[in-house]
Protein backbone atom coordinates (compact mmCIF):
# COMPACT_ATOMS: atom_id res chain seq x y z
CA UNK A 1 0.00 0.00 0.00
CA UNK A 2 0.93 3.42 -1.08
CA UNK A 3 -0.34 6.42 1.22
CA UNK A 4 0.56 10.40 0.94
CA UNK A 5 1.42 12.06 4.19
CA UNK A 6 1.54 15.53 5.38
CA UNK A 7 4.15 16.00 8.72
CA UNK A 8 4.10 18.74 10.44
CA UNK A 9 6.88 18.79 12.98
CA UNK A 10 7.29 20.59 16.19
CA UNK A 11 3.65 20.44 17.08
CA UNK A 12 2.02 20.81 20.80
CA UNK A 13 0.37 16.70 20.55
CA UNK A 14 0.94 13.60 17.92
CA UNK A 15 -1.49 12.79 16.00
CA UNK A 16 -2.61 11.11 12.78
CA UNK A 17 -5.22 12.43 11.06
CA UNK A 18 -6.93 10.48 7.86
CA UNK A 19 -8.02 12.70 5.24
CA UNK A 20 -9.03 9.89 3.23
CA UNK A 21 -8.16 6.30 1.90
CA UNK A 22 -4.34 6.89 1.20
CA UNK A 23 -3.92 9.96 2.39
CA UNK A 24 -2.39 11.27 6.40
CA UNK A 25 -1.90 14.25 7.80
CA UNK A 26 0.64 13.74 10.98
CA UNK A 27 1.45 16.26 13.33
CA UNK A 28 4.86 15.13 16.03
CA UNK A 29 6.04 16.74 18.35
CA UNK A 30 9.83 15.95 17.20
CA UNK A 31 12.18 18.48 15.46
CA UNK A 32 12.70 17.45 11.64
CA UNK A 33 16.60 17.40 12.32
CA UNK A 34 18.56 14.08 11.68
CA UNK A 35 15.67 12.52 10.93
CA UNK A 36 13.75 11.88 14.29
CA UNK A 37 10.54 13.37 13.04
CA UNK A 38 10.63 10.92 10.32
CA UNK A 39 11.30 7.75 12.72
CA UNK A 40 8.58 9.26 15.03
CA UNK A 41 5.98 8.80 11.81
CA UNK A 42 7.07 5.57 11.46
CA UNK A 43 6.18 4.72 14.74
CA UNK A 44 3.01 6.36 15.09
CA UNK A 45 1.68 4.50 11.49
CA UNK A 46 3.30 1.30 13.04
CA UNK A 47 1.14 1.99 15.96
CA UNK A 48 -2.37 2.80 13.84
CA UNK A 49 -1.83 -0.14 11.40
CA UNK A 50 -0.82 -2.74 14.42
CA UNK A 51 2.20 -3.92 12.20
CA UNK A 52 5.79 -4.08 12.71
CA UNK A 53 8.16 -0.65 12.12
CA UNK A 54 10.32 -2.88 9.52
CA UNK A 55 7.33 -2.79 7.14
CA UNK A 56 7.01 0.71 6.61
CA UNK A 57 9.47 2.94 4.48
CA UNK A 58 9.46 6.34 3.26
CA UNK A 59 9.45 6.14 -0.46
CA UNK A 60 10.05 9.45 -1.28
CA UNK A 61 10.35 13.33 0.74
CA UNK A 62 12.80 12.52 3.27
CA UNK A 63 13.56 15.50 3.96
CA UNK A 64 10.22 17.31 3.01
CA UNK A 65 7.15 17.59 4.81
CA UNK A 66 5.27 15.95 2.09
CA UNK A 67 6.40 12.46 2.15
CA UNK A 68 5.26 9.48 0.29
CA UNK A 69 5.46 6.05 2.26
CA UNK A 70 5.15 2.45 1.39
CA UNK A 71 3.51 -0.07 3.74
CA UNK A 72 3.27 -3.08 3.64
CA UNK A 73 0.41 -5.37 4.95
Known amino acids: MIVDVKV ?3 SKKEQ ?7 SFEI ?3 EPPEKGRANQKV ?4 AKF ?5 SKIKI ?5 SSRKII ?3 I
Open 8 to 10: KPN
Open 16 to 22: ILKIDEN
Open 27 to 29: RVK
Open 42 to 45: IELL
Open 49 to 53: YKIPK
Open 59 to 63: KKGKT
Open 70 to 72: EIE
